[in-house]
Each structure stands twice: as structure tokens, then as C-alpha cells.
């Protein structure tokens, strides 16, 4: 499969726990972008990359939360101190600069108990 | 801001009848538009997308800028149409970013 890769497709955690999910984008995509899809909602912006630089910050994204893609490939999203609200499908999706269509993974699940 | 509201969470239809997705947007520039689906335990994928003004899989939605509105459409649905469909808008200067609508799931019906 050459399509946006995301590792653990599943986590559970304690509440207070980090987490880290890490995402592999299709290899000529220099954009990556992190969103959050919760229960009978559609999928909501995190954050963007532009090969190595975050470009993009949502409000959603709170000082526990923090984005890199060190070496403009892989992408990692680190939840610190992991609360009940962060019960999600977090996905990834990878594009080419100036063009719109984004490819998507198939997510990260996260439930925190 | 910008905003994508999907109004129906929820369509049933029986095959061979007629489909429409409702979408509305608010921005008050010229936003790019799409369609995404997602079947049963598949990723995203784009359906397709206002500037290609192409058909896929039968499906056309046409951009209405005077009703901010992007309306997907079928003819006649199939029992494979059944899916999650998200209306998502791109601001062309932003790094584009997708606003998603809440979605709505079709269900056809045999």
C-alpha cells in the first residue's frame, strides 16, 4: 500500500497517559496535515506541515498536543497528560503543495479510560 | 470564518431513485470545494472536486455561488453508493486546509 500509512491504528490509555501516533505520507507529498474526527462529526483541523515547518495551528490544538515532522517525511502527534475529550480518530492526509486533494490514512484511534 | 453544513444526517433512498447531499458554505471569498466519501471500513478519499467539473461514479455537484451552496447528485443510486459523504471547502491561499461538513450518511436501500 503506497497510500498515507498510521501507526497504532488503535490506542487505549489511562487518563494522564501520553500518547504518540505517528504518520508516513505518500512519499512526494510535501504537505502533511493532522485532524481529529470525534463521534458523528466530520474530520477537524490540527495542524500543517510544509516539509519540515509547522505553517498551521488550529485552536483546537492545546499545549498538550504537539506536532513534528523533523526530516520534512514521517509526521508525529504527541498528546501529553491524555484526557476523556481526546477520545478520537485522529487522521493524517498528505498533498502536494497548491493543489487541494488530500490524501488520507486510515487513522488512529484513540479512547482514553 | 469559514463553515460547511451538511442539514441532513441521515438519507435513505431505494435504488434506482434519484440522490441529492444537501451542502451549504459560508466564506465570503472563492473557496475550493469538495466531496469526500468514505464506504465501510475505508479511508477518505476525495470524490471529486468543483474546479474538475468531471462526474465520478455518476455523482456531479455544481457550485452555486449566489446560494453558497455544493449539492451532490445522482441520477439514479446504487447499493454501492451507500457510504459517509463529508462537503469539505479549501481556502486556496491557507496551505489548503479542508473545513469539513458534520456528513451525512446514504443509505440505499434495495
Known amino acids: 500500500d503506497t497510500g498515507v500509512s498510521q501507526n497504532p491504528r488503535h490506542k487505549i490509555t489511562k487518563r494522564g497517559q501520553n500518547v504518540t501516533f505517528r504518520c508516513d505520507p505518500i512519499?512526494?507529498?510535501?504537505?502533511l496535515y493532522w485532524y481529529r474526527q470525534t463521534l458523528g462529526q466530520g474530520p477537524e483541523f490540527l495542524t500543517y506541515?510544509?516539509?519540515?515547518?509547522?505553517?498551521?495551528k488550529s485552536r483546537l490544538l492545546s499545549d498538550r498536543f504537539s506536532a513534528e515532522r523533523p526530516k520534512g517525511s514521517f509526521s508525529t502527534l504527541e498528546i501529553q497528560r491524555t484526557e476523556q475529550g481526546d477520545s478520537a480518530m485522529y487522521l493524517c492526509?498528505?498533498?502536494?503543495?497548491?493543489?487541494?486533494?488530500?490524501?488520507f490514512g486510515q487513522g488512529t484511534r484513540l479512547t482514553v479510560v | 470564518a469559514q463553515r460547511v453544513t451538511q442539514p441532513e444526517k441521515l438519507l435513505s433512498v431505494f435504488k434506482g431513485a434519484p440522490v441529492e447531499l444537501k451542502c451549504n458554505y459560508s466564506?465570503?471569498?472563492?473557496?475550493?470545494l469538495f466531496w469526500y466519501v468514505q464506504y465501510s471500513r475505508q479511508r477518505l478519499q476525495l470524490l471529486l472536486r468543483?474546479?474538475s467539473r468531471e462526474s465520478i461514479k455518476g455523482f456531479t455537484a455544481d457550485l452555486n455561488k449566489g446560494e453558497t451552496s455544493f449539492h451532490l447528485k445522482k441520477p439514479f443510486a446504487q447499493e454501492e453508493d451507500s457510504a459517509m459523504y463529508y462537503c469539505?471547502?479549501?481556502?486556496?491561499?491557507?496551505?489548503?486546509?479542508?473545513?469539513f461538513g458534520g456528513g451525512t450518511r446514504l443509505m440505499v436501500k434495495p
Open positions: 466564506y465570503s471569498g472563492s473557496p475550493e
Open positions: 469539505a471547502l479549501s481556502l486556496n491561499n491557507a496551505g489548503n486546509m479542508l473545513t
Open positions: 492526509a498528505s498533498s502536494q503543495a497548491g493543489r487541494g486533494e488530500a490524501f
Open positions: 506541515f510544509q516539509n519540515e515547518a509547522q505553517l498551521e
Open positions: 512519499s512526494e507529498h510535501n504537505r
Open positions: 468543483h474546479i
